[in-house]
T-cell receptor, first 118, second 115 residues
C-alpha cells in the first residue's frame, strides 16, 4: 500500500513571496505519478501540477514548480510570486501507473492549509 | 459546463434515513471514482468504476454503502441507515482513457450532514 505524508498542517506567506510545501511518500512501485491538488474554501479540487516518476526533469507550470527527489521519495511544491488567490488547502497525491489494479486511484496526503497574506 | 457535476450539493438527513447522491462525469471519461473527505483531512478512496464495471471497493465502504454506474455514464452512491459518522463531503472524480497521467477531475462534492 502507498502512503503520502504532508508534515506541514498550515503554512503562511506574504503576497509576492515564495513558499514551499513538503510531501513525502512511500511505495514499492516503480511506475507512478505524483500530483499536487488545490482545494480553495468551499470550492472544488483542481489539479495544480503533475510529475511522472520516470521523468527526471522537475515539472513546472507557470508560478508552480516541483522538486522531485525519487530516491528520497520526496515531492515538494514551490509557489513563486504568491497571490491572494493561492490561499487554499493543498494536497499531495500518489497514483500507481498503468498495468495493474487500482490504476487511476489517488492516495492523498493530509493536506496543508496555505494562507497568503496581503 | 462540461466539468464533473454532483447533485445535491448539500444534504441534511436524520440518522437512520437513506440518502442517494448522483455524479455526472465529464463526457467520454471512462473512469469514475468516489472519495470521502472529512473536515481538515485528505480525500479517502471509496470505490472506482471503469465504464459500468465496479473494479474496486475500499474497506471503508461498509455494507450500508452501494454504488452503481449503469451504462457507464452517471453514477449513484447510496448510503442506507445513515449514521452520524457518515457526515462528510463525498467527492466524485472522473478520468479519461489512457495512462492516467492527467490525474482525475473532481466535482464540487456533496456535503452530507447526519443529525
Amino acid at each position: 500500500a502507498q502512503t503520502v505524508t504532508q508534515s506541514q498542517p498550515e503554512m503562511s506567506v506574504q503576497e509576492a513571496e515564495t513558499v514551499t510545501l513538503s510531501c513525502t511518500y512511500d511505495t514499492s512501485e516503480n511506475n507512478y505519478y505524483l500530483f499536487w491538488y488545490k482545494q480553495p474554501p468551499s470550492r472544488q479540487m483542481i489539479l495544480v501540477i503533475r510529475q511522472e516518476a520516470y521523468k527526471q526533469q522537475n515539472a513546472t507550470e507557470n508560478r508552480f514548480s516541483v522538486n522531485f527527489q525519487k530516491a528520497a521519495k520526496s515531492f515538494s511544491l514551490k509557489i513563486s510570486d504568491s497571490q491572494l488567490g493561492d490561499t487554499a488547502m493543498y494536497f499531495c497525491a500518489f497514483m500507481k501507473g498503468a498495468g495493474g489494479t487500482s490504476y487511476g486511484k489517488l492516495t492523498f496526503g493530509q493536506g496543508t492549509i496555505l494562507t497568503v497574506h496581503p | 459546463d462540461t466539468g464533473v457535476s454532483q447533485d445535491p450539493r448539500h444534504k441534511i438527513t436524520k440518522r437512520g434515513q437513506n440518502v442517494t447522491f448522483r455524479c455526472d462525469p465529464i463526457s467520454e471519461h471512462n473512469r469514475l471514482y468516489w472519495y470521502r473527505q472529512t473536515l481538515g483531512q485528505g480525500p479517502e478512496f471509496l470505490t472506482y468504476f471503469q465504464n459500468e464495471a465496479q473494479l474496486e471497493k475500499s474497506r471503508l465502504l461498509s455494507d450500508r454503502f452501494s454504488a452503481e454506474r449503469p451504462k457507464g455514464s452517471f453514477s449513484t452512491l447510496e448510503i442506507q441507515r445513515t449514521e452520524q459518522g457518515d457526515s462528510a463531503m463525498y467527492l466524485c472524480a472522473s478520468s479519461p482513457p489512457g495512462t492516467g497521467a492527467l490525474g482525475a477531475f473532481f466535482g464540487q462534492g456533496t456535503r452530507l450532514t447526519v443529525v
